[in-house]
């Protein structure tokens, strides 16, 4: 069973450059779940896809969008960052949409914005 | 006031110790997921609990649903039990989503 990988693991970047993070979720599941970790925070939800389609939205402005592939697979893309952006991105896997299910963080990547 | 609440924010004990962490939370919940985090990011599920209580190993989680709160506890604890333990609910309102506390920064001394 292939664990849950994302890419890149580090990345730095300056205000108003636009950045894609990827997330490949575990085999046999169909749910990917997005969050941001500011340093010395708990994570915060940015959004969920299940079979391709959002399935729910926490409270960040629209610059932050997403997309899962027919293989699950899932993109994180934010536009015009702001040095605020810099924190920790965490995806998470899961069998089934929603919020009852067990949950399998990807390593996270490291965004910095300069 | 946050959603979900955790206590102690940071907790230092000898090895050996019981421990005990604290979450209490004030909104309508699916479940109630424990994690812990490691130096560096990563993050493992450690239990998914609704009611009742669940034991794995040297870990204990409970959760009292009328009270809205839950415990997790570690007994014999060791220095590599030391990380961030994080409490997260699952909403049942609105978007189905993980709102999660502060973590507890465990320290396990040798």
């Known amino acids: 069973e292939t664990g849950v990988t994302q890419s890149p693991t580090h990345l730095i970047k300056t205000r108003g450059q636009q950045v894609t993070l990827r997330c490949s979720s575990q085999s046999g599941h169909n749910t990917v779940s997005w969050y941001q970790q500011a340093l010395g925070q708990g994570p915060q939800f940015i959004f969920q896809y299940y079979r391709e389609e959002e399935n729910g939205r926490g409270n960040f402005p629209p610059r932050f969008s997403g997309l899962q592939f027919p293989n699950y697979s899932s993109e994180l893309n934010v536009n015009a960052l702001e040095l605020d952006d810099s924190a920790l991105y965490l995806c998470?896997?899961?069998?089934?949409?929603?919020?009852?299910?067990?949950?399998?963080f990807g390593p996270g990547t490291r965004l910095l914005v300069l | 006031k946050n959603e979900v609440e955790q206590s102690p924010q940071n907790l230092t004990a000898q090895e050996g110790e019981f421990i005990t962490i604290n979450c209490s939370y004030s909104v309508g919940i699916s479940a109630l997921h424990w994690l812990q985090q490691h130096p560096g990011g990563g993050i493992v599920s450690l239990f998914m609990?609704?009611?009742g209580k669940k034991k794995h190993g040297r870990l204990i989680a409970t959760i009292n649903i009328q009270e809205k709160h839950s415990s997790l506890h570690i007994t014999a604890s060791h220095p590599r039990d030391s990380a961030v333990y994080i409490c997260a609910v699952g909403t049942k309102q609105g978007a189905q989503k993980l709102v999660f506390g502060q973590g507890t920064r465990l320290t396990i001394n040798p």
């Open positions: 609990l609704s009611s």
């Open positions: 998470a896997s899961s069998r089934a949409g929603g919020s009852g299910e067990t949950q399998y």
